[in-house]
C-alpha cells in the first residue's frame, strides 16, 4: 500500500463515515481509519490529551493539526540552540493531498537573455547595488546573476530608469523558467509597487541545485542567500518569498529556515517548520540571536561582515 505523507485534522477524522467523537477505549478513543479506507474495525487509536494517533492496521500515524499551536509552543519552550522541529510523519487520505506542481515549457529566450544580463553586470548600476550590499561580484556571478539596462527588461511596462539586477528562477534539473529584476538604485528612488519584478508564469528557486544536498538552509530572498553563500555557506537557496517553497522538490534530509527576524517571518517559519516535520524532515531554523538585532541575514551582513550561525554543514 503506498501511504501518502500530509496531515489529517479531528474534523476530518470525525466526518469519515460520519463516525463522529469515536469510541472510548480506556483513555484512548477508536475510529475507523480515513487514510486507508477501514470501514468493519475501528483501527485507528487517538489519545484525545494530546493528539497522537495511530493506525493499527495501515500503520499511519501522527499528531491531529489542532494540536499544532500547543506542538511548536512545547518545541520552542525547548533550550536547544537552533531547536529542531523533530520528524512526525502525518498521513491523510488522497483527497487532501496537494495538487503536484505543473511544470510549464521551459523557456529558452530566459537563459539567452540572462546570459546577455551578466555581460552588462560589470560597472553598472547592478554591480554598484551589489556592493552596498556586500555580494562580491565573483559570487553573483558564479550564481548566475546579471543585469538588465533600461530598456532592455522582458516584462513589458515594468522597465526601470537605472535597470535591474537580474536572478534565475530554476527548477530541481536546473533549468531556468523564469527570471527576478530587482530595480537598483537609490532605495528611496524606487517605486516601491516596481522595486520587484518577476516575469509572468511559474515560479522556481534561486540556487534550486542546493534542495538536493542533504542539509540545505533555505531564505525568502536573494540577498539574504547570497550573503549566506558568501559566508561560506553554498548550500542555500531562496525562495522569493515566503510562499514560494515547491516540498516536491526538496530532497534535502535536514532543512534549516533561515528567513527574516519579525513577527511575518516568525509566523511563516512555524508554519513551515510544521509542514516540514510532517514531511519526515529534520527541520530547524536560526535562533534569533543569530540575527544580532538585524532584521534580516543580508543587514546583518552588511553590518558585521560575518554570519555566525554555528557548525551546521
Not at 474534523?11 to 468493519?40: M, N
Not at 483501527?43 to 493506525?55: A, E, I, M, V, Y
Not at 499544532?68 to 529542531?84: M, T
Not at 529584476?181 to 508564469?201: E, M, Q, T, Y
Amino acid at each position: 500500500m503506498n501511504i501518502l505523507q500530509t496531515q489529517l485534522s479531528n474534523k476530518d477524522l470525525e466526518a469519515y463515515r460520519s463516525q463522529g467523537r469515536g469510541v472510548r477505549a480506556g483513555k484512548y478513543l477508536r475510529y475507523y481509519c480515513p487514510i486507508h479506507g477501514s470501514d468493519k474495525q475501528r483501527s485507528l487509536q487517538l489519545n484525545p490529551d494530546n493528539g497522537h494517533f495511530r493506525c493499527y492496521a495501515c500503520g499511519a500515524w501522527g499528531y491531529l493539526d489542532e494540536f499544532k499551536d500547543e506542538w511548536i509552543k512545547k518545541q520552542k519552550d525547548k533550550k536547544n540552540w537552533g531547536f529542531p522541529f523533530r520528524t512526525r510523519k502525518i498521513f491523510t487520505s488522497i483527497n487532501t493531498i496537494p495538487k503536484k506542481v505543473k511544470k510549464e515549457t521551459i523557456k529558452s529566450e530566459y537563459t539567452k537573455a540572462l546570459k546577455d544580463f551578466q555581460e552588462f553586470l560589470p560597472g553598472s548600476w547592478g554591480e554598484e547595488y551589489l556592493r552596498r550590499r556586500k555580494i562580491p561580484l565573483k559570487v553573483a556571478y558564479n550564481f548566475g546573476v546579471g543585469y538588465s539596462p533600461s530598456g532592455k527588461w522582458l516584462h513589458k511596462g515594468r522597465d526601470w530608469k537605472f535597470g535591474r539586477l537580474v536572478f534565475p528562477h530554476t527548477d530541481l534539473s536546473g533549468e531556468i523558467i523564469n527570471l527576478y529584476g530587482r530595480a537598483v538604485g537609490s532605495d528611496k528612488k524606487v517605486p516601491k509597487g516596481i522595486r520587484h519584478d518577476h516575469l509572468p508564469g511559474a515560479k522556481g528557486v534561486f540556487n534550486s541545485s542546493a534542495l538536493e544536498e542533504d542539509s540545505v538552509f533555505i531564505c525568502e530572498g536573494v540577498f539574504d542567500a547570497l550573503s549566506m553563500i558568501s559566508a561560506g555557506h553554498k548550500n542555500t537557496c531562496a525562495i522569493f518569498g515566503i510562499n514560494g517553497l515547491c516540498w516536491e522538490w526538496v530532497k534535502s534530509n535536514r532543512m534549516v529556515f533561515c528567513l527574516d527576524n519579525d513577527s511575518a517571518g516568525s509566523k511563516t517559519m512555524n508554519q513551515l517548520c510544521w509542514e516540514g516535520s510532517i514531511r519526515g524532515k529534520d527541520i530547524y531554523f536560526l535562533p534569533e540571536k543569530t540575527y544580532r538585532g538585524y532584521k534580516d541575514l543580508n543587514e546583518l551582513w552588511v553590518a558585521e561582515g560575518e554570519i555566525n550561525i554555528g557548525d551546521w554543514d
